[in-house]
C-alpha cells in the first residue's frame, strides 16, 4: 500500500522556521522524483520545491526566495522541507507528492502519482 506521511507542520511566528518530513512507503522511492507543494485557502495550489531522484536536480517556486530548502534521504524513503523566515503568506497546507517519468510534469503538478494527506503550516505575526 502506498503511503506518504507527512509531518512537521504546526504553528509558528512570523520570522520563525520548521521542518517538514515525508515518509513514503509501498513504492520506490529511489527512482521517483519528490516534491512539496501547497494550498492555502481560497487559492490554488503551488509547487513549492522538487527535487531530482539523487538530489542534485533541485528547483523552488519563485516565491521561495531562498527561504526554503528541499532534501532527500534515500536510505530512509524520506524528503524534507527546512522552512525559515516564514511569513504569513506561507500559512497552507502542505502537501508531499511523487512521480516517477517528468520533472517537468511534477513541476506542474499535473502529472503526480501519490499525494499524501497533508500538513498544516500557520504562521502568525
Known amino acids: 500500500q502506498v503511503q506518504l506521511v507527512e509531518s512537521g507542520g504546526g504553528l509558528v511566528q512570523a520570522g520563525g522556521s520548521l521542518r517538514l518530513s515525508c515518509v513514503a512507503s509501498?513504492?520506490?522511492?529511489?527512482?521517483?522524483?519528490m516534491a512539496w507543494f501547497r494550498q492555502a485557502p481560497g487559492k490554488e495550489r503551488q509547487v513549492v520545491a522538487a527535487i531530482g531522484w539523487s538530489g542534485i536536480l533541485i528547483r523552488y517556486g519563485d516565491f521561495v526566495k531562498g527561504r526554503f530548502t528541499i532534501s532527500r534521504d534515500n536510505s530512509k524513503n524520506t524528503v524534507y522541507l527546512q522552512m525559515n523566515s516564514l511569513e504569513p503568506e506561507d500559512t497552507a497546507v502542505y502537501y508531499c507528492?511523487?512521480?516517477?517519468?517528468?520533472?517537468?510534469?511534477?513541476?506542474?503538478?499535473?502529472?503526480?502519482?501519490?499525494w499524501g494527506k497533508g500538513t498544516l503550516v500557520n504562521v502568525s505575526l
Open positions: 509501498g513504492f520506490t522511492f529511489g527512482v521517483y522524483y
Open positions: 507528492a511523487a512521480e516517477s517519468l517528468s520533472f517537468s510534469s511534477l513541476m506542474r503538478g499535473d502529472g503526480v502519482d501519490y
